[in-house]
């Protein structure tokens, strides 16, 4: 992602680099066996972040929250037994929580301030490939086998049935994007109803620029 000054990368094996947008200088943060206050683990595989500029980390063996502001690190949900280790998504909702999606063992909802677990999602769907807020502050959930929403207002889930999806992105307050493994999908939120909008090429990103619609 990127926020003002920072273009943030991440890596299988080599942590994370950000560029400095301004002197193009390149930098790297990677796990430190040595130091506790370092990021967790270096295969990475998402990174955004949160309303206080915290940055987020989702890694093979864990959660690494960084605060930039004093240099301090801190990780959750790693090397435990009984909870998962490998995380794929990450989105933070209308409350501040942090939603962690996993390979295998669901989603964790974490309170963003302590990384407490709030909740824990496993039934409705076990590997996650993308977690999504909308403008109504309802929390897109996708897979490889299905794809549910969690109303915030009604506190409660909704399946849209089974899409092997990749990643979500937001057409409008009516339609959702949905990027398969086979094309590009509308789904209309109200109705369920879609509309295979690109056929036959596994779409991996969706990025909207005013009124285009670009796919990876």
């Known amino acids: 992602f990127c926020d003002d000054n920072k273009v943030w990368v991440t890596t299988f094996t080599g942590g994370v680099s950000w560029i400095d947008r301004q002197t193009s200088s390149v930098h790297h943060i990677t796990h430190n066996s040595n130091n506790h206050n370092s990021l967790i683990n270096n295969d990475v595989n998402n990174i955004i972040e949160d309303q206080k500029s ?21 990780t959750y949900i790693s090397d435990k037994q009984d909870q998962s280790k490998v995380f794929l998504a990450l989105c933070e909702d209308s409350n ?16 963003g301030d302590t990384g407490k677990i709030l909740y824990h999602y496993f039934k409705d769907i076990k590997f996650v490939s993308d ?9 897109w959930i996708g ?12 506190k409660r889930f909704q399946s849209y049935g089974h899409f092997p999806l990749c990643t979500f992105q ?21 109705t369920g ?23 990876a």
């Open 193 to 215: 109803t879609t509309e295979m909008l690109v056929h036959n090429y596994l779409i991996k990103d969706i990025l909207i620029l005013k009124d285009d619609v670009w796919i």
């Open 131 to 139: 977690i999504y807020k909308d403008t109504q502050g309802n929390i």
């Open 143 to 154: 897979g490889p086998n299905s794809v549910v929403v969690y109303l915030e207002k009604e």
């Open 54 to 74: 915290n940055i987020w980390m989702a890694t093979n063996n864990g959660i690494s929250r960084w605060n930039v502001a004093n240099n301090k690190w801190y």
């Open 170 to 190: 937001e057409l409008s307050s009516d339609i959702m994007l949905l990027g398969c493994t086979y094309g590009l999908i509308a789904l209309d939120k109200h």
């Open 96 to 111: 501040g929580n942090m939603w962690a999606g996993t390979y295998s063992s669901g989603v964790y909802v974490l309170d």
